[in-house]
Nanobody, 112 residues
Framework: QVQLVESGGGLVQPGGSLRLSCAVS????????LGWYRQAPGKERDMVARALGNGNTIYADFVKGRFTISKDSVKKMGYLQMNNLHPEDTAVYYCKFAGTYWGQGTQVTVSS
């Protein structure tokens, strides 16, 4: 059974940083894509960043230069380092693996 468990969300002030983690189990990790998505209340779920199986990365324009996605194939973990957070980054952040499997989400709130 494939499971994804996100962690690392919380409340942070504008300009602050958070690092989200996604633990993947029940599936081979190598060569699959891992992505981070977010959904704010009343809005659609948007792609934030993706790390492809070939090592390439894709970022949404609204996070370029602020967020960094990474994977650790040994630990079967995905990460999203988020710097210079803005209030509009407030959302539930979800991990998606192999284009199919979703985690339960972790809340990120950026507020003073």
């Amino acid at each position: 059974q494939v499971q994804l468990v996100e962690s690392g969300g919380g409340l942070v002030q504008p300009g602050g940083s958070l690092r989200l983690s996604c633990a993947v189990s029940g599936i081979d990790f190598a060569n699959y894509s891992l992505g981070w998505y977010r959904q704010a209340p009343g809005k659609e779920r948007d792609m934030v960043a993706r790390a492809l199986g070939n090592g390439n990365t894709i970022y949404a324009d609204f996070v370029k230069g602020r967020f960094t996605i990474s994977k650790d194939s040994v630990k079967k973990m995905g990460y999203l380092q988020m710097n210079n957070l803005h209030p509009e980054d407030t959302a539930v952040y979800y991990c998606k693996f192999a284009g199919t499997y979703w985690g339960q989400g972790t809340q990120v709130t950026v507020s003073s």
